[in-house]
């Protein structure tokens, strides 16, 4: 069984940009949620897709967006990045929208200059 | 007030001692309750799950439940350095989406 995968590992961006990170849920896992991670701080719910639809999202702006493909796979899009936006971006699949164990994928590192 | 609160530590313990985690939760409806660890640049993964009040024991990790008190803590028995890490509580609320709201964290140092 494969686990959850995302890239790239790294990335380094400037104010302003745009950016897209990936991830590749578990197998048969139909569930993902994404994260924002800050140094010294907790993971932060950004939001939640199960069935390629959205059904809940955290205190993010719209500038965070996201996508899940029929296969499972999803993208974080961040529009306009700000400083403030460089933190790790954890994905975490898990089997149903009510399954209480999201497994996290190894992270992005977003650095914005 | 945070939703979830956890002393951000460093706590030091001596090597086979016992470290205990402490954990207070808001939101009395809370369902689920996760300890994640973390090792530095590594994403967090899952060492105990806990439902119901009292003692949940895997191995030597203790998860305590007290739904009256919003508390929950780890217990680690015999401590080993290869458990300096950051653990962090999170917590799950009934129904709906399973948004994972997750503690600060507290950083654990195992001294050898």
């Known amino acids: 069984e494969t686990g959850v995968t995302q890239s790239p590992t790294h990335l380094i961006k400037t104010r302003g940009q745009q950016v897209t990170l990936r991830c590749s849920s578990q197998?048969?896992?139909?569930?993902v949620s994404w994260y924002q991670q800050a140094l010294g701080q907790g993971p932060q719910f950004i939001f939640q897709y199960y069935r390629e639809e959205e059904n809940g999202r955290g205190n993010f702006p719209p500038r965070f967006s996201g996508l899940q493909f029929p296969n499972y796979s999803s993208e974080l899009n961040v529009n306009a990045l700000e400083l403030d936006d460089s933190a790790l971006y954890l994905c975490?699949?898990?089997?149903?929208?009510?399954?209480?164990?999201?497994?996290f994928g190894p992270g992005t590192r977003l650095t914005v200059l | 007030q945070k939703e979830v609160e956890q002393n951000s530590g460093p706590l030091s313990v001596p090597e086979g001692a016992i470290a205990s985690l402490n954990c207070t939760y808001s939101?009395?409806?809370?369902?689920?309750f996760f300890w994640y660890r973390q090792y530095s640049g590594k994403s967090p993964e899952l060492i105990m799950s806990i439902y119901s009040n009292g003692d949940k024991e895997d191995g030597r990790f203790t998860a305590q439940l007290n739904k009256a008190s919003q508390y929950v803590s780890l217990l680690i028995r015999d401590s080993q350095p290869s458990d300096s890490a950051t653990y962090l509580c999170a917590v799950t609320p009934v129904g709906g989406y399973q948004k994972v709201t997750f503690g600060t964290g507290t950083k654990l140092q195992v001294i050898p």
């Open positions: 939101d009395r409806v809370s369902q689920s």
């Open positions: 197998s048969g896992h139909n569930t």
């Open positions: 975490a699949s898990s089997l149903e929208s009510m399954d209480p164990h999201p497994y």
